[in-house]
Structures are given as C-alpha cells and as structure tokens.
C-alpha cells in the first residue's frame, strides 16, 4: 500500500516530477559523456605515447639507461627473441641500436637521437610507417635513407631527398659522421617522433657504430588486457642478465597522467552529484511543504512517522528508477557515437600535438564505469531524500492539519 501511496504521489504534480527526471537525465548524461571524454584524452595520450615511444615494454643492458653508452649492448638479442616469440600475450617485436648524435644540414645543426631499426619490424610495432607525411617509408632512397619529424625538417629546414649529416661517437670512442638523404617526413603528435628522433636502417648504423649486429633495445607490444609488468617481471627472471621494463616504469609521466585525470574525474563526480543532489533537496522540499496537512492527516490516521519518512524515501528513488536509466541510455547513446565517429578537434590541432594529444578523440567507458554512475545516482538520490524525509516527520499531526 505504501508503495503505492508514493507511485501516486510521485504523478500528482508532474510538472515537479518532470523536472527532477529532466535534471537526473541531464546530470547522468553529463556525468557519463564528461567522463568518456577525459578518458578520451587520458587513453589517447597513453596509446600514442606506448605506440610511438616506449611500447608495452622495452628491453636493455641494466647500464643502458643509465647514460646510454653505445657499448652497453643485450648479451644475447636472438634468445630474448626466440622467447618473446614464444610469448601469447606478444605480438610485435622489433630490435634497435641506438645513439645520441648531432644532424646537420647546410643551414642548421642539432641534438638528435638516432634510432637505427629494422623498418619491417618497427612498421609492425610503432606503425612508423603510417605516419609519412611527406616521401616514403624507406623505400625511395636506396642508400643511407632516414626519416625525420616535421618540427626537426623545419629547424633543419630541410625536405625530401635533402642531404643531411648525422655525427656520434663510435664503439671506439672515435668521432664519426655519415652522410644520409631525406627519405620521408613524418607527422606525429609524438613530441619524441616529431622534433627529436632520427629513424635509420639499423645495418647502416650499426656499420658506421663499429658494433656488427649487435643490439642495444628490444620493444615489444602486447595483447589488449595483458599485465605489462607482470610480464617485464617474468622476462626480467628468464633474463636476470638483461633489464626489462615495462611502459609504466619508462614513462613515469604516464602514470602520473592516469593518478591525476582519475582524481580530476572524482572531482567532476562530486561535482555533478552534488549539483543533482540539491536539485532533488529543493524538489522534494517544495513538495513536502505544499503536502503539510496532508502528512498530517495521514498521521492523525495512523500512519507512524517512519512509515511517513519512508513514503518519502520512496517517492524519490522512483523518480531516480525512472530518470537514471533514461540519462544512463542517453550517456551510453552519445558515448557509442562519438566512440565511433569521433571528436574532431582538428581546430586545435596544433595545440594539442603541441603537447602530445591527437586532434580525434574517441570518449569510451566500461561496463564498470556505468555501473559507478547508477549506484553514485542511487546513493545521491538517498542521502538527498533524507532531510525532505526528516523534515515531513517533525510536524506535530493537529498544528499540520490545521496549516494553510
């Protein structure tokens, strides 16, 4: 009977009732499509940086990284293959040596990292290749091609087929320097990529570094849902020679990102819950006060005051059933859209690979983030019933009746 009571009750004035189901649907949609986006941006940047810079993980000498000397080279860079191989959860490896050197053109010259690859298997692991934006991929130049970013062939001021002077030091200690043409131009919202790294075949690198098929770093991609550390601390125990790491330990950075976008999204959490909470406040305080003597009437008849704090309680998380699946369906409509589609934020383009970010984003959500959002709906509406409940019981039944 009391459910029934408040079923009724919640229609009696449905210009109110509408009006807290517009303001739930509005407040989950908003939820749902706000936090989609700035995951968005948080997975993009994640997925371009493990795609472009450090991979799902990356293998060294453990004296590598510490100033990356060139004689610091993997013992045996074909078993650490063969085993990667061997490994479900990879599906892309590619093997790099590595140097930090001067390029130089006719007009300007600069720090660079040199990055000699093998360009099958870094196509299969960095999509390197995709990334052309000027040129091709290797292929035009037959001898000593490299690839530079956009922002480098701009400081350079260089273009395809350009000549350009690549200068380090050798396995020896000697100063060496080769001369390498312009095979393409590469555009990426890699800040690395973009304005820092040089790409050439790892035999012409390794031929000029003195060090014959040697290696100085192994990346690999993984599977969807693999635990990345939990296989760099398998390879690091079937390798104990070598140093694997896994992308949350080479990027530091990322994973601050993720801590610092996920506490941003609690922030927005509270925020639009709160808003939605003071909104069913006023709402269900307007209609306990225009119901007065009838709350009291109910209770000079019988009806205890918790029967009456529960009428009220109820009459809220109806509205809530009715409205949170209406705004969960709308959140969910836009996420799969724009999931789809995109956003396109070529307008800002420059900007944001200014800083790393694609100018298309696409907002997603899983099935665990849904759920948060009901049972954050459900749990707002609650606590927000409870002092329109309160304050409906504190009235004595005879003054209540008596109200005008």
């Known amino acids: 009977m009391l459910t029934i009571i408040a079923w009724r009750n919640v229609w009696r004035n449905k210009g109110r009732s509408g009006v807290v189901i517009g303001a739930m649907v509005v407040g989950i949609w908003a939820l749902s499509f706000g936090s989609g986006f700035m995951q968005s941006f948080l997975i993009g940047y994640i997925e371009s940086a493990i795609r472009y810079e450090t991979s799902n993980g990356q293998i060294h000498h453990p004296s590598f990284m510490e100033d990356q000397d060139i004689k610091f080279t993997i013992g045996d860079p074909l078993k650490v293959v063969a085993y990667l191989k061997e490994q479900s959860a990879v599906r892309g490896i590619c093997a790099r040596s590595l140097v930090n050197g001067m390029i130089s053109s006719a007009r300007q010259a600069t720090g660079v990292r040199i990055v000699g690859v093998n360009p099958v298997e870094e196509a299969d692991v960095t999509h390197l290749d995709s990334l052309i934006a000027d040129g091709e991929y290797f292929s035009t130049v037959l001898s000593n091609p490299v690839l530079i970013g956009e922002k480098l062939a701009e400081k350079l001021k260089v273009k395809v087929k350009a000549k350009v002077v690549l200068t380090f030091q050798d396995a020896n200690g000697n100063i060496t320097a080769g ?48 635990d990345d550390q939990a296989l760099a601390d398998q390879l690091n125990k079937k390798f104990p020679n070598e140093k694997t790491s896994s992308w949350q330990e080479l990027s530091p950075a990322l994973v601050f990102m993720q801590q610092w976008m996920g506490a941003i999204l609690k922030v ?83 900007g944001l690979e200014a800083i790393g970010y694609e100018s298309v984003l696409y907002p997603s959500l899983g099935t665990t983030d849904y759920i948060q959002i009901v049972v954050g709906v459900l749990i707002t509406a609650i606590l927000a019933s409870i002092y329109p409940a309160w304050k409906a019981i504190q009235y004595n039944p005879v003054e209540a009746i008596h109200t005008l």
């Open 268 to 350: 927005l959490i509270v925020v639009i819950m709160t808003a939605l909470a003071f909104g069913i406040v006023n709402t269900m305080l307007m209609a306990v006060l225009e119901r007065i003597r009838e709350l009291g009437v109910l209770m000079a008849l019988g009806m205890n005051r918790g029967r009456v704090f529960l009428m009220i309680m109820m009459e809220t998380i109806f509205l809530t059933t009715i409205g949170g699946p209406l705004g969960l369906i709308a959140g969910y409509a836009t996420i799969s859209y724009l999931g789809e589609k995109g956003i396109d934020l070529s307008s800002y383009s420059e």
């Open 179 to 226: 001369r390498f043409r312009v095979a393409g131009i590469l555009h990426a919202a890699s800040l690395v990529i973009n304005e820092s790294s040089a790409y050439v075949r790892k035999d012409d690198l390794n031929r000029l570094l003195n060090i014959n098929a040697a290696i100085h770093e192994i990346a690999y991609i993984t599977n969807p849902g693999t």
